[in-house]
């Protein structure tokens, strides 16, 4: 809460409209594929992503890195990937850290939705489309930072008695 002397009012959007984007990011190229709608993501959602990957990556196997959503880890998404050659790997609960694609999302929220106002919802779906659509291009070398591999193995650590 703000106190002033004058009244001073700040536009927000009114309504609540939902954009659900559904995507996966190249791990080497940086390049984003993703599936949009405004209802909501379901097992169906998810196999039309599997899709899209399939259709756009031509040659050597496919994993697809996935959290413990219910709508991805039933039976049609994993015989579906199974049809079209996409291997499914799923991260243990509770790890975003380790999903490249929240580290992303990370990105887009920052880029378009810190103090940005849309005055329609239109102009909202636009602005993140085309963040999702230009960025392994315009933000080439801050993806690659962020997108890094490099994560903490706890395999081989040596540890001493107490």
Same mark, same amino acid.
């Given at each position: 809460?703000?106190?002033?002397?004058?009244?001073?009012?700040?536009?927000?959007?009114?309504?609540?409209?939902?954009?659900?984007?559904?995507?996966?990011?190249?791990?080497?190229?940086?390049?984003?594929?993703?599936?949009?709608?405004?209802?909501?993501?379901?097992?169906?959602?998810?196999?039309?992503?599997?899709?899209?990957?399939? !259709? #756009?990556?031509?040659?050597?196997?496919?994993?697809?890195? %996935?959290?413990?959503?219910?709508? +991805?880890?039933?039976?049609? $998404? *994993?015989?579906?990937?199974?049809?079209?050659?996409?291997?499914?790997?799923?991260?243990?609960?509770?790890?975003?850290?380790?999903?490249?694609?929240?580290?992303?999302?990370?990105?887009?929220?920052?880029?378009?939705?810190?103090?940005?106002?849309?005055?329609?919802?239109?102009?909202?779906?636009?602005?993140?489309?085309?963040?999702?659509?230009? !960025? #392994?291009?315009?933000?080439?070398?801050?993806?690659?930072? %962020?997108?890094?591999?490099?994560? +903490?193995?706890?395999?081989? $650590? *040596?540890?001493?008695?107490?």
């Amino acid at each position: 809460m703000v106190w002033c002397f004058v009244r001073y009012f700040l536009p927000t959007p009114a309504g609540r409209k939902r954009f659900n984007v559904l995507g996966a990011v190249a791990a080497l190229t940086k390049e984003i594929i993703m599936v949009v709608n405004e209802t909501t993501v379901t097992a169906e959602t998810v196999c039309q992503l599997l899709s899209k990957l399939a !259709a #756009h990556v031509t040659e050597g196997p496919i994993t697809v890195v %996935l959290d413990n959503a219910r709508y +991805q880890k039933c039976a049609l $998404v *994993q015989d579906y990937a199974a049809a079209v050659g996409i291997e499914l790997l799923y991260l243990p609960s509770f790890s975003p850290h380790l999903n490249l694609i929240e580290r992303l999302w990370r990105f887009v929220r920052k880029e378009c939705l810190y103090s940005q106002y849309y005055a329609t919802f239109p102009e909202f779906r636009a602005a993140l489309e085309t963040c999702l659509t230009t !960025a #392994h291009r315009e933000h080439r070398s801050e993806l690659e930072t %962020l997108l890094a591999w490099h994560f +903490q193995s706890f395999r081989s $650590v *040596q540890t001493l008695p107490a």
